[in-house]
């Protein structure tokens, strides 16, 4: 089992940053991708971006130009800093690793509990 746990969120006014972390612990062998998502009130969870385990960074439309992910191997941390924050911003942010393992790249998906992230005035 692999235990995610994320800190950071809080309230933030538009045009503000604020940085999320999520460390990792337990099982953590074979972690290969990890993940960022937000789930927005009344909306679906949808990823914001992903750091591969060659330290690739990958963001959506939305976050690009914004947000930075950010890989601590050793501390077994995955950031997220955030940068011009904007009111559709808001919503509960959601950590989550990928492990992948065997010749036939078996893939199991681990959740943190989410942090509340508000952006408003």
């Known amino acids: 089992q692999v235990q995610l746990v994320e800190s950071g969120g809080g309230l933030v006014q538009p045009g503000g940053s604020l940085t999320l972390s999520c460390v990792a612990s337990?099982?953590?062998?074979?972690?290969?991708?990890m993940f960022w998502y937000r789930q927005a009130p009344g909306k679906e969870r949808d990823l914001v971006a992903f750091?591969?385990?060659?330290?690739?960074?990958n963001y959506t439309e939305s976050a690009k130009d914004r947000f930075t992910i950010t890989r601590d191997p050793p501390k077994n941390t995955v950031f997220l800093h955030m940068e011009r924050l904007q009111p559709g911003d808001t919503g509960v942010y959601y950590c989550?690793?990928?492990?992948?393992?065997?010749?036939?790249?078996?893939?199991?998906?681990?959740w943190g509990q989410g942090i509340q992230v508000a952006v408003s005035s």
């Open positions: 750091i591969e385990s060659n330290g690739r960074e």
């Open positions: 337990g099982s953590i062998s074979s972690i290969r991708d």
């Open positions: 989550m690793a990928r492990k992948v393992w065997g010749w036939t790249e078996t893939r199991k998906d681990y």
